[in-house]
């Protein structure tokens, strides 16, 4: 089984990084594939607690490589502090990979995501602010620039002058903002070449190497289904692909090299950002899971919104990314609640739906519906197996397991990595 991909089966923030970090021990390379420093992974060892956004969870895992792929957008001052942070604390980055086809966050990338926000107003997606849908955008449309760049000063400053020339149009005459000059741009990203040098390489052929030799590979999605380009609530969605169909354009790896898929999902939902949100809370319950499972965003500080365990989008991510498993996360959060609801499908228009509507406008106003479920007052941050579990407990995890569509292989029961319950093994 030598390659697994494990991404977000809601809308982000379920777990990953723990997950991911879990794993990272028993496995030889740990590869983003997606996304950029919009990500936030909490990773807590020991009483040690790492905030990652651009670098795979698996860089705190010694023997193993992580791998920044080439469907990645890289800031590489995000980038180059995030490495001499973890540095500072004694983690050895030094076996990092980059593509040189990963494309480049440039300065003027961040400044148009946040004028762009500004602009849409009501209607703002609530984006992270980091330039992530801007540097997609240039690179669909054929204008961005890739790390492999920096190291041609002829071809990067024709690349930022074509980039930036309609850019600037827009920045002077609709966004009344001052042009940005190439050569100060041209000048900033060469200070990041030699670097970056170290690290830059021909991922897709390490990578398809690796699996020749049998070695484990890790695809580490960020975001979640739910915020996928294609796949997701759009354009309440960020820029790329995190389902599983992403781990293979973002890595150059063939989709019969896959092995396994596994969605993180938290015992509940949370949202960061506009968009749907069918089972969200606006009442103490909300509150209470906001408080009890810390959710507040890891990049941008942002309250999440909460809400009940959703089983519509449960079994729309097993579908979407053929999941062969669950890592169910945070079940603590959810001790001492005496009925924990859960949706098991929507109205709509005073009908019943059992599967995620693909009308936009039908899920804008999906409401909901409830089944409730006995919840349990013991502690189980202490429970090594499923038995430990209180019988409520077990029943909840089961009740989700059925509604979901795929075996749930894994419970997290607290941050650290030692809080887990296996139940199947991954690897
Ligand atoms: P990611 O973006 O998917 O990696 O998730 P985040 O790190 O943004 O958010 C998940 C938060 O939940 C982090 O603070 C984790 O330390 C924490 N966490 C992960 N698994 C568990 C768990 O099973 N129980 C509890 N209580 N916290 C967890
Ligand atoms: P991790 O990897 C939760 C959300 C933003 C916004 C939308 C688009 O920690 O799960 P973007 O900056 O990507 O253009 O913003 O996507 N978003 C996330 N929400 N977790 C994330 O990452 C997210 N990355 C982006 O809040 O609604
Ligand atoms: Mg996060």
Redesign the pocket.
């Known amino acids: 089984m030598p390659a697994l991909v494990l991404l977000?089966a809601q809308?982000?923030?379920e777990g990953?990084g723990k997950a991911t970090d879990l794993l990272g021990g028993s496995v030889d390379y740990v590869v983003r594939y997606q996304?950029g420093n919009?990500?936030?992974?909490t990773v807590v060892v020991g009483d040690q607690k790492y905030a990652l956004h651009l670098l795979p969870s698996g860089i705190l895992s010694p023997g193993c490589t992580p791998v920044i792929g080439n469907g990645v957008v890289v800031d590489p001052s995000v980038l180059l502090s995030e490495l001499s942070g973890l540095n500072e604390r004694g983690v050895d980055t030094s076996k990092l990979l980059i593509s040189g086809n990963a494309h480049i966050i440039t300065p003027y990338n961040v400044t148009v995501d946040k004028v762009t926000e500004r602009f849409l107003g009501k209607r703002k997606?609530?984006?992270?602010g980091?330039g992530?849908?801007p540097t997609y955008s240039d690179k669909i449309n054929r204008v961005g620039i890739r790390v492999q760049d920096l190291y041609d000063e002829s071809i990067l400053t024709q690349k930022v002058e074509a980039a930036l020339d309609v850019k600037n149009q827009l920045l002077t005459k609709l966004y009344n903002r001052r042009a940005i000059a190439v050569d100060q741009v041209v000048e900033e990203l060469l200070a990041y070449a030699e670097k970056l040098a170290p690290y830059v390489t021909d991922t897709v052929l390490v990578l398809n190497r690796a699996l020749e030799e049998n070695k484990v590979v890790l695809f580490e999605g960020?975001?979640?289904t739910l915020?996928d380009i294609d796949h997701g609530t759009y354009p309440?969605?960020?820029?790329s692909n995190p389902t599983a169909g992403g781990a293979c354009t973002g890595a150059g790896v063939g989709p019969t090299k896959i092995s396994r898929v596994i969605g993180i999902l938290k015992a509940y939902t949370t949202r960061?950002?506009?968009?749907p949100f069918p089972t969200e809370l606006f009442d103490a319950d909300g509150e209470a899971l906001r408080r009890i499972g810390g959710e507040r965003g890891?990049t941008t500080g942002r309250d999440r919104r909460c809400g009940w365990f959703d089983a519509v989008i449960a079994r729309y991510a097993t579908r979407v990314n053929g999941l062969t498993d669950f890592f169910l996360t945070k079940l603590d959060v959810l001790t001492g609640w005496e009925e924990i609801p859960v949706c098991v499908a929507y109205e709509i228009d005073g009908k019943r739906v059992e599967e995620l509507p693909y009308s936009q406008s039908d899920f804008h106003h999906a409401k909901p519906i409830y089944e409730t479920l006995p919840g349990w007052s013991e502690d189980i941050t202490k429970a090594k197996s499923f038995s430990d579990l209180p019988k409520n407990a077990q029943n909840y995890v089961k009740a989700l397991e059925e509604m979901s569509g795929a075996p749930i292989s894994a419970i997290g029961v607290g941050p650290g990595r030692d809080e887990t319950i296996e139940i199947n093994s991954f690897l």
């Open positions: 977000g809308w982000g923030d990953k996304g919009n990500a936030g992974h997606i609530g984006t992270t980091r992530i849908g960020g975001q979640g915020l309440f969605v960020t820029s960061v950002g506009a968009g890891v």
